[in-house]
């Protein structure tokens, strides 16, 4: 308890959470001048985001159904995205992922955090790309602006990046550096930048004539923070979808309507991806592990308090 009542005390957590509010508003506030439709976010469903690692059941029984806590909205956003009525879509989305204790360690692991989904109707990787470095860009320069106070105290200093930011791709990288190669890439560069062709979730966009080159691609911040955001194009064809789900070894039914409606040919080409607010906070505050950006963050392995 006492731990607790430094921390939210202390002029470092009040300086992290105004630095917070800011990137906030500034990237609210982006998409809304783009003509972004905000959506709430869903808590709890029959369906969500499988995951491409292992994490500890987040199951309820509710009323003899068995519903899953948000993992993330991927399954959602691709639903909703394919009204002929919405192009752009945007959901601050509470996720609740289980990881294993192991995870703890590495700094930038919330069991519980939250996500700025957005999903574009149409869109390819490379508009998505572009709109999203303008996005980090603008919410970096806002920051470095409007809180200087905050990030003097905390000792941080900040450059706007230059645009476009480097495009790595994962297998060539993976060769050169081996099975740690992101993280090597992340602690060498100074500035934001791109991995791409992930091997990954079911509903990654696979290349139709070169199969194994995934249409995907991770946000890395520098200095060695690791990935910021995940995304891709979509795979929307039901054919497309059921042969991946084999190959994977999931079960159709674990997906019910979002399969059901594939089936119907209900489900949009898209793109988009989700970005970790509080990895963006522990980023731009220079803060050595993502704890100290939450008064109450729930790390993996960690006893929580309240």
Not at 189 to 216: I, L, Q
Not at 225 to 231: T, Y
Not at 232 to 251: H, I, N, P
Not at 262 to 275: D, P, T, V
């Amino acid at each position: 308890m006492k731990e607790l009542a430094e921390r939210m005390g202390s002029r470092k957590t009040a300086a992290v959470l105004a630095i917070q509010t800011t990137v906030l508003n500034s990237m609210l506030g982006f998409l809304y001048g783009r003509g972004f439709v905000q959506m709430m976010p869903v808590m709890l469903s029959t369906i969500t985001d499988p995951l491409c690692h292992s994490v500890f059941d987040a199951g309820i029984e509710y009323c003899g159904q068995k519903l899953q806590l948000t993992k993330s909205m991927i399954l959602h956003k691709q639903i909703a995205i394919s009204s002929p009525h919405l192009e752009k879509i945007f959901i601050l989305s509470p996720n609740v992922r289980l990881e294993k204790p192991e995870c703890g360690v590495k700094g930038r692991y919330l069991i519980e955090f939250t996500q700025l989904d957005i999903e574009m109707r149409g869109a390819g990787k490379k508009e998505f790309m572009g709109l999203m470095e303008k996005m980090v860009r603008k919410t970096i320069g806002e920051v470095a602006h409007e809180r200087k106070r905050e990030i003097a105290l905390l000792g941080r200093e900040l450059r706007v990046p230059s645009s476009p930011f480097p495009v790595y791709e994962s297998k060539e990288w993976r060769k050169k550096l081996g099975e740690e190669f992101e993280a090597e890439l992340s602690k060498k560069e100074s500035t934001p930048f791109w991995v791409m062709d992930h091997a990954r979730e079911f509903y990654d966009r696979e290349d139709e004539k070169e199969r194994g080159y995934y249409h995907n691609y991770d946000l890395f911040y520098p200095e060695g923070f690791g990935e910021g955001l995940s995304g891709a194009e979509r795979d929307f064809e039901y054919s497309v979808l059921k042969r991946k789900l084999v190959e994977r070894g999931q079960k159709e039914e674990e997906f019910g309507a979002y399969m059901e409606l594939a089936k119907g040919g209900h489900l949009s080409k898209s793109a988009g991806g989700g970005i970790g607010i509080e990895r963006f906070v522990r980023y731009l505050c220079g803060l050595e592990h993502i704890r100290e950006v939450s008064p109450f963050a729930k790390v993996p392995g960690d006893t929580f308090v309240v």
